[in-house]
C-alpha cells in the first residue's frame, strides 16, 4: 500500500512537473489522433456514398483524408468496420439534428410539421445520405446488423413522433390510433423517394424532379398529405 501511494505521489509531481509547452504538445497530439480518425470518415463517406461498398476503395480514401493505410486499420479495423462506422455516423448526424427540434413545446400539428419540415430538407441537403442508404437496402442492411449502436441511434425518434401523438389525441387534433413507426415511414417515404428515384423519374416523365418549383410544390403536397393523415377531422 505505501508503494502504492509513493508511486501515486511520484506519478502526480510528474504529471505537475511538466511544463505548459509538453502538455500543450499532449493535447495538439490528441487533437491530431481525432483529426485523422474524422478526415478518415468523412473521405469514406463520400467514397461509399458514390461509390457503394464494393466500389469503394481505401487507398482513395487514404488520398483524400492525408492519411497512412495503417490508420484505417487502427481506427475501424477493416474496410467492413469504416463502412459500418460511416453509416453509424450519417444516420446519427440526422438523429442528433432530429433532437434538437423542440417539439414538446408547440402545439401537437405544429411539432409533427416541424419534424417533417426537418426530414424533408435533411435529405435534400444530404444526397450522401440516400446513396449510402440505398446501397445498404440493396445489401439486404448487412453491415448495419453489424452495428450494435443503430437500434439507439433510431430509437428516441420514435419516442419522439409517440409523444406528439398521444399529445395530439389527448387534446382532440389527432385521430387515435396511429402508430409511430407507420407515420414516421410515411414521412420518410414523402421525404426521400422523389430524391432517390429522380433521375428516373425525370427521364420517364419527361419533367425534372430537380428542379426548385418541382421541389417547392411537392413539399407543399406532401406537407399538407402529412397533416392531413393524422387530423381527427378530415
Same mark, same amino acid.
Given at each position: 500500500?505505501?508503494?502504492?501511494?509513493?508511486?501515486?505521489?511520484?506519478?502526480?509531481?510528474? %504529471?505537475?512537473?511538466?511544463?505548459?509547452?509538453?502538455?500543450?504538445?499532449? $493535447?495538439? %497530439?490528441? %487533437? =491530431?489522433?481525432?483529426?485523422?480518425?474524422?478526415?478518415?470518415?468523412? /473521405?469514406?463517406?463520400?467514397?461509399?456514398?458514390?461509390?457503394? !461498398?464494393?466500389?469503394? %476503395?481505401?487507398?482513395?480514401?487514404?488520398? +483524400? +483524408?492525408?492519411?497512412?493505410?495503417?490508420?484505417?486499420?487502427?481506427? !475501424?479495423?477493416?474496410?467492413?468496420?469504416?463502412?459500418?462506422?460511416?453509416?453509424?455516423?450519417?444516420?446519427?448526424?440526422?438523429?442528433?439534428?432530429?433532437?434538437?427540434?423542440?417539439?414538446?413545446?408547440? /402545439?401537437?400539428?405544429?411539432?409533427?410539421?416541424?419534424?417533417?419540415?426537418? *426530414?424533408?430538407?435533411?435529405?435534400?441537403?444530404?444526397?450522401?445520405?440516400?446513396? @449510402?442508404? =440505398?446501397?445498404?437496402?440493396?445489401?439486404?442492411?448487412? !453491415?448495419?446488423?453489424?452495428?450494435?449502436?443503430?437500434?439507439?441511434?433510431?430509437?428516441?425518434?420514435?419516442?419522439?413522433?409517440?409523444?406528439?401523438?398521444?399529445?395530439?389525441?389527448?387534446?382532440? *387534433?389527432? $385521430?387515435?390510433?396511429?402508430?409511430?413507426?407507420? @407515420?414516421?415511414?410515411?414521412?420518410? +417515404?414523402?421525404?426521400?423517394?422523389?430524391? =432517390?428515384?429522380?433521375?428516373?423519374? =425525370?427521364?420517364?416523365? #419527361?419533367?425534372?424532379?430537380?428542379?426548385?418549383?418541382?421541389? /417547392? #410544390?411537392?413539399?407543399?403536397?406532401?406537407?399538407?398529405?402529412?397533416?392531413?393523415?393524422? +387530423? /381527427?377531422?378530415?
Amino acid at each position: 500500500m505505501r508503494s502504492q501511494a509513493v508511486q501515486s505521489k511520484t506519478s502526480h509531481r510528474r %504529471r505537475a512537473s511538466q511544463s505548459p509547452a509538453v502538455r500543450t504538445k499532449a $493535447r495538439d %497530439r490528441s %487533437r =491530431s489522433k481525432q483529426g485523422t480518425r474524422d478526415r478518415i470518415l468523412l /473521405a469514406a463517406l463520400h467514397e461509399f456514398a458514390d461509390k457503394g !461498398f464494393a466500389g469503394g %476503395r481505401l487507398d482513395r480514401i487514404c488520398a +483524400a +483524408a492525408r492519411a497512412n493505410i495503417r490508420m484505417v486499420y487502427h481506427y !475501424f479495423t477493416d474496410k467492413a468496420g469504416l463502412y459500418v462506422a460511416v453509416l453509424e455516423h450519417a444516420l446519427g448526424e440526422l438523429r442528433e439534428e432530429e433532437l434538437k427540434l423542440d417539439v414538446d413545446h408547440v /402545439a401537437p400539428m405544429e411539432g409533427l410539421l416541424l419534424l417533417f419540415d426537418f *426530414t424533408y430538407d435533411h435529405f435534400a441537403a444530404h444526397p450522401g445520405l440516400i446513396s @449510402l442508404l =440505398s446501397g445498404e437496402n440493396l445489401l439486404k442492411a448487412q !453491415f448495419l446488423k453489424r452495428s450494435p449502436r443503430t437500434p439507439v441511434i433510431s430509437s428516441p425518434v420514435l419516442n419522439l413522433f409517440q409523444r406528439l401523438l398521444l399529445r395530439g389525441e389527448a387534446d382532440g *387534433t389527432f $385521430r387515435a390510433g396511429i402508430d409511430p413507426l407507420q @407515420l414516421y415511414v410515411v414521412v420518410v +417515404a414523402l421525404s426521400y423517394f422523389h430524391l =432517390s428515384n429522380g433521375y428516373t423519374l =425525370s427521364v420517364i416523365f #419527361e419533367r425534372d424532379v430537380f428542379e426548385k418549383g418541382w421541389l /417547392a #410544390e411537392h413539399k407543399r403536397i406532401a406537407r399538407d398529405m402529412v397533416g392531413r393523415l393524422v +387530423a /381527427a377531422h378530415r
